[in-house]
Structures are given as C-alpha cells and as structure tokens.
C-alpha cells in the first residue's frame, strides 16, 4: 500500500467558514515566514508574510499567526470561498545571503459549497 | 509577455537522454530558482542563482546541472535523465528582499517530466 506520507494533509471547510492553516517550521533562526497558494496545474502564489518579530499579520481576508516558542505558523483565511480551494505551503526564508526559502510540504484545503 | 514562463509544458523522456527545461523571466530578478515538487515532499530546492554566471546547489541537486549565461535564463539540464526524476519542475525569480524584507519568489507554471 502507499506510505502515508505520500498523502497531503487536507483540511475541508464549508463555504463561508473561516479556515485555519497550520505549519510547523525547524529553523527557529528563520528571519521570514512566507505563505503560499498552488492552485491544480499552477505555480504557487504568494498570499502573504510576516517577519519574525511580530506575532500577527493580516492582509484582505488572511491573518497569519506567528509563534515562535513552539516554532508554529497559521494562515487564516476568513469567510472561505471555493476559489479559496488549493493547496497552500508555508515557507521559511533564513534572511542570510542566499535568499533561499525553504518550504513545507503543503495543505490542502477542500471548501465544500 | 510580462513574468516568468517555462518550457516545455509537458515533457516525455526515457532513462539515459538528456533534456532541458528552460526559464525565462522578464523582470530583470537577480535571482532566480529550480525546484522540484513531488507527493508528500512539497517543493524542494535543486539549485539557485544570485545573478549572472553564479550558481550554486540546493538540496537535490544531484543529477542536475544549471547554466545563467544572461539574467533573465536559467536552464534546467538533466544531463542523463532517470525514472526517479519525474517531477514536476518549478522555475521561480526574486529581487531578493524588497522593502517588507522578505524575500518573495514569483513562479512560473511548471514544466511536468516523465521519465519511462
């Protein structure tokens, strides 16, 4: 049978619920947290950052939640839509030189109508 | 066009050819990225590029090379192509980190590889 890694972690939601996103990150020396969007067939997209000293960021409909004692980010997504179907990565950029970033591997969200 | 494309869409190969995938982005981004996406392994770093005739590995690079003769290319080449490289190949192009800091990466569509 497949390993159960090679299966995302899905969340489903109701359309017009609210969303919450979770990722855990190894680098606690990571300057900046990124999120991303892949919808079927497309490159990711970015939605939205924060830095690592602040806890809380929001943007049009997406909060993201820091926190780093338990190195763990959220993206929330308010009043989910089912153009908001997709699968959404975190990713962690070092802030040294290489401008790297390093991704997780992913969720996917399933809005039901 | 405007932004980042990758060529070809859709590729078919068997064990041992060599292929390319080509990048293009027409923002001028200093950097720019290869990354290969899999099942149960999100996107994973094969090789990144500062600028202009710099190069340099990222985690999965074995099997992979990569040239940036001019800014706005940067070449994929498996140089002898086996099964557990099919994939799919994300090209992606950064000014590095603008005035929020963070480094944002803009992708291109992907290039999907078979290999038989």
């Known amino acids: 049978g497949e390993s159960v890694g090679l299966h995302l972690p899905t969340l489903s939601v109701q359309e017009g619920d609210n969303s919450i996103i979770n990722c855990a990150y190894s680098?606690?020396?990571?300057?900046?947290f990124i999120w991303y969007k892949q919808e079927s067939g497309k490159g990711p997209q970015f939605i939205i950052d924060?830095?690592?000293?602040?806890d809380k960021r929001q943007g049009q409909r997406v909060t993201v939640l820091l926190n780093k004692t338990v190195k763990h980010l959220s993206l929330q997504i308010a009043a989910t839509q089912p153009g908001d179907s997709a699968v959404y990565f975190c990713?962690?950029?070092?802030?040294?030189?290489?401008?790297?970033?390093?991704f997780g591997t992913g969720t996917l969200l399933a809005v039901q109508p | 066009d405007a932004g980042i494309t990758q060529s070809p869409r859709y590729k078919i190969t068997e064990t041992g050819r060599q292929v390319t995938l080509m990048c293009h982005q027409t923002?001028?981004?200093?950097?720019m990225f290869w990354y290969r996406q899999d099942l149960g392994h999100g996107l994973r770093l094969i090789y990144y590029?500062?600028?202009?005739?710099?190069?340099d590995k990222g985690e999965v690079s074995d099997g992979y090379v990569v040239s940036r003769s001019k800014t706005e290319n940067f070449p994929l080449t498996l140089e002898s192509a086996t099964r557990s490289q099919t994939s799919v190949y994300f090209c992606?192009?950064?000014?590095?980190?603008?005035?929020?800091?963070?480094?944002?990466?803009?992708f291109g569509a992907g290039s999907r590889l078979t290999v038989l």
């Open positions: 992606a192009s950064s000014e590095g980190r603008g005035r929020s800091g963070a480094n944002v990466l803009t």
């Open positions: 680098n606690s020396a990571s300057d900046y």
């Open positions: 590029s500062a600028a202009a005739d710099i190069t």
């Open positions: 923002w001028s981004h200093s950097y």
């Open positions: 990713a962690e950029d070092d802030g040294g030189a290489t401008n790297k970033l390093i």
């Open positions: 924060i830095r690592s000293n602040m």
